[in-house]
């Protein structure tokens, strides 16, 4: 067991003075138990905490450091950007770069927005989806993730069929009314909803792969029939892809699927490790924004010079290197080495692009209702295990792992043969 008492006492230090110690719930390890780890400073896939322990990083800030910590171009690039000024509060050319770089990789958009979060990415495009349809009515999916807003923070009540019942305390119920709950995967529900509200549906709002309640990878003709059901009643189909633009494919899910939803959201990957979220659509639908249309949308940091050329920076990489196509390889063959290693045990690694999640049972779940409530557990004493062996995953059995281009096949086998021989004690 490494040392980490510095950690221990800076935690302690932190709740003193912040909410819990952490700026964001997962941190503070509840899920997990032991306090969190104090990270001095990251180096490509590793990070160092402040007791000077090494650890393989799988967590990737939750996903934006595709090209691992610090990337030396990446770093640059700020730095020069940072001489010229951190924020000027009106316009500069570097948003339009980024913009123009989302359009090449995402044909079907043609106008964007740029915002600090993928919350607020989220928060946005529920308001634009609603103006432009003048209906009111969301249908989300449990178990998609779409930030913090309001509207978003609903579960299906029990007794309610489908009605959305606030999940946060600070919610009024009047808030969540007009959020619909589905099952993912189950075309019926779906029918069920249309059928009965289907001219006040102003949109379904999925992650088209689902990456914040394990990795629940839906089918192709799911994601075409919302597609088509959407079409039918002239809804808009919004794809968060907050987790997987830019990660999964050059173009997200919408190219990994090939599928085109009205709007899609951005944030993670697309921002490099820096403050970024983006939205974008058709020019019918964009045009709805202020200036240009009556949806009021502002941000005093939106598009801030610093996070547009790290994000721009981190395309241009990916893009130059074409490290889509490594990285799912080596994901596909790290995560093919832990099943084989895996095969007699009830356990089992999902993939897709370089996403990975440790499935703690073994019937593979595409609904957030299929997972094993026996996984936290478990999963508890993985991450314990493996954080002494210098292997950071994210704190919690609901998240899921990253593979950056920094993390190579050797980083990527040792840490195979460590999760697979810690799941076998602990299984
Ligand atoms: C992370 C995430 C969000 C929220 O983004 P923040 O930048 O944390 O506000 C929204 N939707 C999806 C799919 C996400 O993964």
């Known amino acids: 067991m490494n040392q980490?008492?510095?950690?221990?006492?800076?935690f302690e230090r932190a709740l003193q003075s912040l909410?819990?110690?952490?700026?964001?719930?997962?941190?503070?390890?509840?899920?997990?138990?032991?306090?969190?780890?104090?990270i001095e400073r990251g180096e490509g896939a590793f990070v160092?905490?402040?007791?000077?322990?090494?650890?393989?990083?799988?967590?990737?800030?939750?996903?934006?450091l595709i090209l691992g910590h610090a990337h030396p171009e990446v770093v640059e690039a700020i730095s020069k950007a940072a001489e010229r000024g951190t924020s000027f509060g009106t316009v500069h050319e570097s948003e339009i770069l980024l913009a123009e770089k989302i359009k090449q990789l995402n044909p079907f958009i043609e106008k964007l927005r740029f915002v600090s979060s993928g919350t607020e990415a989220v928060m946005s495009v529920i308001r634009l989806a609603r103006a432009f349809t003048a209906r009111e009515k969301i249908v989300k999916f449990s178990g998609?993730?779409?930030?913090?807003?309001?509207?978003?923070?609903?579960?299906?009540?029990?007794?309610?069929?489908?009605?959305?019942?606030?999940?946060?305390?600070?919610?009024?119920?009047?808030?969540?009314?007009?959020?619909?709950?589905?099952?993912?995967?189950?075309?019926?529900?779906?029918?069920?909803?249309?059928?009965?509200?289907?001219?006040?549906?102003a949109a379904v709002i999925i992650?088209?792969?689902?990456a914040n309640n394990g990795l629940l990878i839906q089918t192709?003709?799911?994601?075409?029939?919302?597609?088509?059901?959407?079409?039918?009643?002239?809804?808009?189909?919004?794809?968060?892809?907050?987790?997987?633009?830019?990660?999964?494919?050059?173009?997200?899910?919408?190219?990994?699927?090939?599928?085109?939803?009205d709007i899609c959201t951005y944030g993670k990957v697309v921002g490099g490790g820096l403050p970024v979220g983006a939205f974008g659509s058709r020019a019918e639908i964009m045009s709805k924004l202020a200036p240009e249309g009556p949806v009021y949308?502002?941000?005093?940091?939106s598009g801030n010079p610093l996070a547009m050329t790290c994000g721009l920076k981190t395309l241009e990489y990916l893009e130059k290197h074409n490290s889509w196509e490594i990285l799912t390889k080596n994901t596909a063959e790290f995560v093919a080495d832990l099943n084989r290693q895996l095969a007699d045990f009830p356990a089992q690694v999902?993939?897709?692009?370089?996403?990975?999640?440790?499935?703690l049972q073994k019937n593979i779940p595409r609904r957030a209702e299929e997972i094993s409530s026996n996984s936290t557990k478990i999963y508890a004493k993985l991450f314990r295990q493996l954080l002494a062996e210098g292997i950071y995953l994210a704190p919690s059995a609901y998240e899921v792992g990253f593979v950056s281009t920094a993390h190579t096949q050797d980083n990527l086998k040792s840490a195979a043969d460590k999760i697979a021989a810690a799941l076998k004690k602990i299984l």
């Open 297 to 301: 949308q502002a941000g005093t940091l």
């Open 48 to 64: 160092y905490d402040v007791d000077g322990n090494r650890y393989l990083d799988f967590c990737c800030s939750w996903g934006p």
């Open 220 to 261: 192709k003709e799911y994601l075409q029939f919302l597609r088509e059901i959407t079409t039918k009643h002239n809804s808009l189909l919004i794809f968060d892809e907050v987790i997987s633009g830019f990660r999964v494919a050059p173009g997200g899910a919408v190219q990994y699927y090939d599928i085109i939803p």
């Open 4 to 10: 980490r008492d510095k950690s221990q006492a800076l």
């Open 144 to 201: 998609c993730y779409h930030g913090h807003s309001d509207y978003l923070l609903a579960a299906a009540g029990s007794g309610l069929a489908t009605l959305g019942i606030p999940t946060s305390a600070g919610v009024p119920e009047d808030f969540t009314k007009h959020t619909l709950i589905a099952p993912l995967d189950d075309t019926e529900a779906i029918e069920k909803i249309f059928n009965e509200y289907g001219s006040q549906i």
């Open 19 to 38: 909410s819990g110690g952490v700026n964001s719930p997962v941190r503070a390890f509840k899920a997990v138990g032991g306090t969190p780890i104090y």
């Open 350 to 359: 999902v993939t897709v692009g370089s996403i990975f999640w440790i499935c």
């Open 207 to 210: 992650e088209p792969i689902p």
